[in-house]
Nanobody, 117 residues
């Protein structure tokens, strides 16, 4: 069962921008904190940013000031605007609902972000 569908990834030069989108079912999205994770090659999946149902946000230190997470509750969609991209931002990006700091649902297919130097 597919819970989240991520999109918007691609190949971009360092310094460029991308906007990722994640569409989720209302059952998953409504009232939940939503988060974006990144899995870089050879590394574990790690939290990048999260946003509460009320719009409060938290970012991993390396993306602060460059990435912005937002959500559209009417569309059950969470976004990740990524700017000033660096090669180390590359990886597969996933979204999920989170509870007590842990992802709540099985992972979607993710969206690949590649940053060329």
């Amino acid at each position: 069962q597919v819970h989240m569908v991520e999109s918007g990834g691609g190949l971009v030069q360092a310094g460029g921008s991308l906007r990722l989108s994640c569409a989720a079912s209302g059952r998953i999205f409504s009232g939940n904190t939503m988060a974006w994770y990144r899995q870089a090659p050879g590394k574990q999946r790690a939290l990048v940013a999260r946003i509460t149902s009320g719009g409060n946000t938290i970012y991993e230190d390396s993306v602060k000031g460059r990435f912005t997470i937002s959500r559209d509750n009417a569309k059950n969609t969470v976004y990740l605007q990524m700017s000033s991209l660096k090669p180390e931002d590359a990886g597969v990006y996933y979204c999920n609902a989170v509870g007590l700091g842990y992802p709540l649902y099985s992972w979607g297919q993710g969206t690949q972000v590649t940053v060329s130097s």
